[in-house]
């Protein structure tokens, strides 16, 4: 008996040991091997289908991403994938930083627990709309450097830096042969555009990159994107709004695409890209019908570009995207619903998908196509694992047309197929999903004052009467204009910007003085002409100071500076603040780019003539006074000499302003509302927020409405004419405490703080409107009563499903009607024909949930409320925070 005991204890530390063993070994999945053939990713064996998901794990804070990763596998992702940031890396040559939101580790960790694969572009160049496309600014400095071209100190570098990354990833047990979650790596990016610049040293450098990635024993397949000549086992990926249509360069290897642009970014004074999901969801099912084996969207979640992060010339703070979840990690609606169904039916297929080498092709009109899949018992490559629910033979139905109906047969059936649009047939027969024919819920996001009730109409939303400030009481310090430290230093002629600065800030001042004689005076007044300050070339932002005082400011990409100045008598101080706004982050020859000024810097206008300032004596200096003493952070910016700002005072240019705010209650993710300033950094608690800008877009290029129908591009169904690029900057809350965070303001060009105040981004209005006519819940297909065939999919009536934000419920059914609504989201009205019971139906149903279900079928209403109609549910709820119910209607 004893001994008994004592086995079942040995056994439980047994168990014990193994989970502990396990996870402190990072063994999120048994080893498995990656390999390809050229139909898809073998992973374990196995041909695979695979859906993943872009998220850059520093556009998010740690605390972001369990939930980013948890939302993108609701979605259907089967993968996360991310570029690793090189100058986040390393932001001083040979120290590492792998910390907070660059903690790369943790994230391939945290998905590699929630049951994804992870895919590691680690570049090292990126692109991605990021400060010098990933590239430490140091690497400019190293002596006879020249980026992405077979030169040697740059080579050594990138080898360095990409050893770097596979050896932590390794170390770190990471890799699918470890039982970690990273299937794939990539090297270089996209780098095919800019091969041709480098002549003959291109190619070598592409070789040299692809052996040096493939002799670091990483054990992955890796990629090379928009790279026709990948060489040897490297394959070349495809990134575009559309890749149904590409080949890989040899027979052997896959078809895989490593950027879906499912939206776009922006730059200050920008319209806001939108890229609707009918034509998403037409560009993956498209791919996948053409033999498609892997894609990812780029991007799933965009975020935030933190920091001096954003790269350039130009962008905004925001990464949103438009991509499926929102720049604060909300559900982007319809289009996370609408993917998430899509996907689900592509994963209806995968047996079929995997299990032929090639899709048997029919044309079923001048524009209408269809591609079969069917198992072939022949394969090697059938994934016995996948569920025998599966299907052996799948069907993709497309209509390219962008304006007709097609109606085709197809297997002696007949089927009408919406313009541009892919019917998807999991079982050769039955439609699961149509990309033109959105189910999902929409969901009207708000912005609202965090001070306001917290249920509050969005009536009240965003009206100006309502503005309450962040805080009643502001303290402000100004800038000095020009030289503030001995840490300056004197110069004959120009340097170029980022040598001085090393980027380790936005400004560098430059300051000369010039002696205007009477007869300058004189000249000027009798010819009635002033001089002028001429730059040959410069970007981003120039601003001139002439004796301390603000006289023009010029914003432009190498652009020409012709700026009239006025002088007094005697000695004049000419104070030029170069700025940069985000360093350029694509095109050949990077590390010449530079910032600043180029050519010459003169006077004209002189009675003796030109005056050429560019060989003159300059006095540099870096950044700002603020900047330097750290005036934004809790520790320091007592320091600074602030000052009680008085209501009533006028806006003022180079100006800090610090307020305290107290957290909002809830979970809500927060946002701070700078539509009232005008160009400058903000600091919360001492993390930097981003550059702020009160550019506006222009008032013409948003068509009213958007047609999905067509080849997207990113000027296509933009939207926000008109108004400010961005004025709502994301905080994250564990950013946060309960009461009295710091704001530190530097603003350069005048505003109110005053007006400044917290607001909460909200799901508050869900939508949906489903027909009779939709496709049965694609979850329905692996009901067990129809994979034993009792029930057929086609007895299964469709849904109409709704679910609010986690922690919030339905609180209100605003408006339900089946029968023949019309209308679209908070704007619904009762048709003809209208079930009396559809409100009572509904609420049911809903209200007091997070998430709810109702079937769009006459027995779910209590009978046909008009015979021989088709009918549609249309559906608002409204929804709140869960914890807000103590103080609500109930
Ligand atoms: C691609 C590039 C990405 C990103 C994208 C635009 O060409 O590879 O890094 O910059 O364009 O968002």
């Not at 000249?523 to 100071?545: A, C, G, H, K, Y």
Request: one cysteine or more; glycine letters at 10%; proline letters at 5%.
């Amino acid at each position: 008996m004893v001994g008994f005991e004592n086995k079942a204890v040995l056994k439980l530390l047994l168990v014990y040991l193994f989970i502990q063993f396990s996870v402190t070994c990072g063994n999120f999945f048994q080893p498995f091997n990656v390999t390809y053939d050229h139909r898809a990713l073998i992973i374990d064996g196995k041909r695979r289908m695979l859906i993943s998901g872009g998220i850059h794990y520093p556009r998010a804070t740690p605390q972001m991403w369990p939930d980013l990763i948890a939302k993108s596998k609701e979605g259907g992702a089967d993968a996360i994938e991310s570029y690793t940031f090189w100058n986040g890396h390393e932001p001083v040559k040979g120290q590492y930083n792998f910390e907070g939101r660059f903690d790369l580790v943790k994230f391939v960790k945290l998905v590699g627990d929630s049951g994804l694969y992870f895919l590691l572009r680690i570049g090292p160049y990126v692109c991605a709309e990021w400060n010098f496309g990933g590239f430490p600014v140091w690497l400019r400095d190293i002596p006879g450097i020249e980026f992405r071209t077979d030169n040697e100190p740059f080579k050594r570098e990138m080898q360095r830096y990409v050893t770097k990354i596979v050896d932590l990833m390794r170390e770190e047990k990471l890799f699918s042969w470890q039982g970690g979650p990273i299937i794939l790596l990539q090297i270089e990016n996209e780098y095919g555009n800019m091969e041709g610049s480098y002549g003959r040293k291109g190619k070598e450098y592409v070789k040299w990159a692809a052996n040096m990635a493939l002799g670091l024993g990483a054990g992955v397949p890796w990629v090379m994107c928009k790279q026709t000549d990948a060489p040897g086992d490297i394959i070349d990926a495809c990134n575009n709004y559309y890749c149904d249509g590409y080949k890989p360069n040899s027979p052997n290897k896959p078809t895989i695409w490593t950027e879906n642009w499912d939206g776009w970014y922006t730059s200050w004074g920008g319209r806001l890209p939108h890229r609707p999901v009918e034509d998403l969801a037409f560009a993956v099912a498209r791919f996948f019908q053409r033999g498609g084996s892997l894609m990812n969207y780029y991007m799933y979640f965009g975020g935030t570009n933190f920091g001096r992060t954003s790269g350039g010339p130009f962008y905004i703070t925001s990464y949103d995207y438009d991509a499926p979840i929102d720049e604060y990690g909300l559900r982007s609606e319809p289009k996370w619903g609408h993917l998430k169904d899509l996907h689900a039916a592509i994963k209806l297929c995968e047996r079929a998908l995997v299990a032929a080498d090639s899709p048997q092709y029919t044309k079923l009109g001048p524009q209408q196509e269809a591609h079969v899949y069917w198992e072939n018992t022949q394969s090697t490559g059938l994934n016995t694992s996948l569920s025998e629910s599966q299907s052996t033979c799948s069907a993709f139905l497309a209509n390219i047309d962008e304006h007709n109906t097609a109606t085709v047969t197809f297997r002696g059936k007949s089927y009408s197929l919406p313009p541009w649009s892919v019917s998807i047939l999991p079982d050769c027969s039955n439609v699961a999903f149509n990309t033109a024919k959105v189910g999902a819920q929409t969901a009207m996001k708000v912005v609202e004052y965090a001070s306001s009730p917290k249920i509050s109409a969005p009536e009240l939303v965003m009206t100006k009467n309502e503005v309450s400030g962040i805080a009643e009481s502001w303290m402000s310090v100004k800038e000095p204009i020009g030289i503030w430290s001995e840490n300056n230093f004197t110069v004959q002629g120009m340097l170029e910007h980022l040598k001085v600065t090393k980027d380790e800030s936005d400004y560098l001042w430059h300051m000369t003085r010039i002696y205007v004689s009477d007869d300058d005076i004189a000249f000027w007044e009798e010819n009635q002409v002033s001089p002028t300050l001429v730059i040959d070339s410069m970007r981003d932002v120039l601003r001139v100071f002439i004796n301390g005082k603000l006289i023009g400011s010029i914003t432009g990409h190498w652009v020409k500076v012709e700026q009239p100045v006025q002088f007094q008598q005697g000695y004049n101080d000419l104070i030029l603040l170069s700025q940069t706004v985000g360093l350029q982050n694509y095109g050949a020859f990077l590390e010449k780019d530079g910032a600043g000024f180029r050519g010459q810097i003169k006077l004209t206008g002189f009675k003796n003539g030109d005056i050429d300032f560019s060989k003159a004596s300059w006095i540099y200096q870096v950044g700002l006074k603020g900047e330097f003493q750290k005036i934004f952070t809790l520790e320091e910016n007592e320091k600074a000499g602030w000052t009680e700002l008085k209501l009533d005072s006028t806006p003022s240019t180079f100006t800090w302003y610090k307020a305290y705010f107290d957290s909002p209650d809830g979970s809500e993710p927060v946002a701070l509302d700078l539509g009232s300033m005008g160009k400058g950094q903000a600091w919360v608690n001492g993390h930097h927020i981003g550059r702020y800008w009160n550019l506006t877009a222009p008032i013409d290029g948003c068509p009213n409405s958007c047609n999905y129908r067509g080849a997207y591009g990113s000027n296509k169904c933009m939207t926000n004419c008109g108004k400010p690029t961005q004025t709502w900057y994301h905080v994250p809350r564990s950013w946060l405490q309960a009461s009295n965070n710091l704001l530190v303001i530097f603003e350069e060009t005048g505003g109110n703080p005053f007006e400044i105040s917290v607001k909460l981004r909200d799901s508050r209005i869900l939508c949906a409107q489903v027909s009779e006519s939709h496709y049965p819940p694609l979850d329905q297909w692996l009901h067990p009563d129809v994979i034993d065939g009792k029930v057929s999919i086609n007895d299964i009536r469709p849904q109409i499903r709704l679910q609010c934000e986690d922690g919030h419920i339905m609180s209100s059914i605003e408006f339900a009607s089946y029968g023949t609504p019309h209308g679209s989201c908070q704007n619904f009205s009762k048709g003809n024909c209208h079930s009396s019971n559809s409100l009572s139906v509904v609420s049911e149903a809903c209200e007091g949930r997070n998430s709810c279900w109702v079937e769009v079928s006459n027995s779910g209403f209590g009978g046909d409320p008009c015979r021989g109609v088709l009918k549609t549910l249309a559906v608002e709820a409204r929804c709140v925070s869960s914890s807000t119910i103590g103080v609500s209607q109930f």
